[in-house]
């Protein structure tokens, strides 16, 4: 698999490179916006890891060229760690963060979760499987364990939303747009009190969701 990692940090662009290609990835560097744009263009790169701090154009443009022509997964790694950062880098297209300093593990862990959903077809089947649930897109039902279970309207578009992006993160202000409308984008409790009600129909245990998962001020991830 070949990664570009986009940083104009000298020393952590290399050590990045070491690390990937020490796990089997074929690693191509990029130092400004302009020759990651014209990397991803020429090497067909299978993932994308992008610093936002870059010398010439903001990380975010650089996000926005790619999603202009490329599905690619764009793993942002940057020092920025205000939500809002976060969330604007997520709704231009990017499919992941992670905040500097971190773990290589965890960076590669991302990496691979990333290449592996974009292999993935999105969920253009009628029904999806997720753990025990069982949830129809085209009779607009859910089943756990094979009994049906009772979602009002509004439980229904939250979680259908998250089942069309399944295994990838849906900021909140997508929800809020998509579920409730663009004059509900700053009531942010709407989603704690609906992602509460899905955890207590659709999780085992719904103190400890498994699959209906929040990122603190950024969003939500139904994760199969």
Same mark, same amino acid.
């Given at each position: 698999?070949?990664? &570009?990692?986009?940083?104009?940090?000298?020393?952590?662009? $290399?050590? &990045?490179?070491?690390? &990937?290609? /020490?796990?089997?990835?074929?690693v191509?560097?990029?130092?400004d916006?302009?020759?990651?744009l014209?990397?991803?263009? +020429?090497?067909?790169?299978?993932?994308?890891?992008?610093?936002?701090?870059?010398?010439?154009?903001?990380g975010?443009?650089?996000?926005?060229?790619?999603?202009?022509?490329?599905?690619?997964?764009?793993?942002?790694?940057s020092?920025?760690q205000?939500?809002?950062?976060?969330?604007?880098?997520?709704?231009?297209?990017?499919?992941?963060y992670?905040?500097?300093? *971190?773990a290589?593990?965890?960076?590669?862990?991302?990496?691979?979760?990333?290449?592996?959903?974009a292999?993935?077809?999105?969920?253009? /089947?009628?029904?999806?499987?997720v753990g025990?649930?069982?949830?129809?897109?085209? $009779?607009?039902?859910?089943?756990?364990?094979?009994?049906d279970?009772?979602?009002?309207?509004?439980?229904?578009a *939250?979680?259908?939303?998250? +089942? $069309?992006?399944?295994?990838?993160?849906?900021?909140?202000?997508? &929800?809020?747009?998509?579920v409730?409308?663009?004059?509900y984008?700053?009531?942010?409790?709407?989603?704690?009190?609906?992602?509460?009600?899905?955890?207590?129909?659709?999780?085992?245990?719904?103190s400890?969701?498994?699959?209906?998962?929040t990122?603190?001020?950024v969003?939500? +991830?139904?994760?199969?």
């Open positions: 698999m070949k990664v &570009l990692v986009v940083d104009d940090e000298p020393a952590l662009a $290399r050590a &990045l490179a070491i690390n &990937l290609r /020490a796990h089997g990835w074929d191509v560097t990029a130092a916006g302009r020759s990651a014209e990397a991803a263009a +020429t090497e067909h790169p299978d993932v994308v890891v992008l610093d936002l701090g870059l010398p010439d154009l903001d975010t443009e650089v996000i926005a060229g790619l999603r202009g022509w490329t599905s690619v997964p764009i793993v942002v790694l020092a920025r205000h939500g809002d950062d976060k969330v604007e880098a997520l709704d231009l297209g990017a499919d992941d992670v905040t500097k300093p *971190f290589m593990n965890e960076l590669m862990a991302r990496l691979r979760a990333a290449v592996r959903r292999a993935e077809p999105a969920p253009a /089947a009628a029904v999806v499987e025990d649930l069982r949830i129809d897109l085209a $009779r607009k039902r859910v089943a756990r364990d094979g009994v279970v009772r979602l009002t309207p509004t439980e229904w *939250f979680l259908e939303l998250l +089942t $069309r992006h399944l295994g990838r993160l849906v900021t909140r202000e997508q &929800l809020l747009r998509e409730w409308g663009p004059a984008l700053h009531e942010g409790h709407y989603l704690r009190v609906y992602a509460a009600q899905l955890r207590r129909k659709l999780e085992a245990d719904p400890r969701p498994r699959h209906l998962i990122t603190p001020g969003g939500y +991830t139904l994760e199969p």
